[in-house]
């Protein structure tokens, strides 16, 4: 199933921090706070707000538990982005962006009814000389990145983004 969004007319600010480059790699490479569980309104807001020297993203893995709908592909600015299910249960709150023979970026979801100074703090570490993969970023028993051990494969890499 291809999900067509429409635009819409006042698109709202991405709440989105990003490691800055150069000082990586992290397991976590930023934190993303979006602002409902529709997965089909909220990934096409976090594309278009990339770095432009991001390449093309293709796939995107997530927790499908944590979305209200999950289709299995997505229409962004007429790029199919396919998605697919986070394969543990390791670590549920990231989103893994993949742009094949290119890049991995992976991000910590922050869940949309997060109290807005616990949000806050969780997105600020991403841009801390620690970098985002503090362990008290993760409360839970989780470890950054693990649950895109299968879709990985040999695209697991960063690239230095200048």
Known sequence: MTTTLHPRSSLRAVRLRLTPPGNGPYPIDGAWWPRSDDLTAELPLLIRALPHSWPQIAHATVNAAMWSAFPGRILVANHVIQLHRATSRRAPDTICLLAPGRGRWDLLVIQPHTDRAEAMRLLSTADGPAGPS???????????????????????????LG
């Open 134 to 160: 503090q362990p008290d970023l993760f409360p839970r028993a989780s470890a950054p990145g693990a649950c895109f051990q299968a879709e990985a494969g040999p695209d697991r890499f960063r690239p230095a």
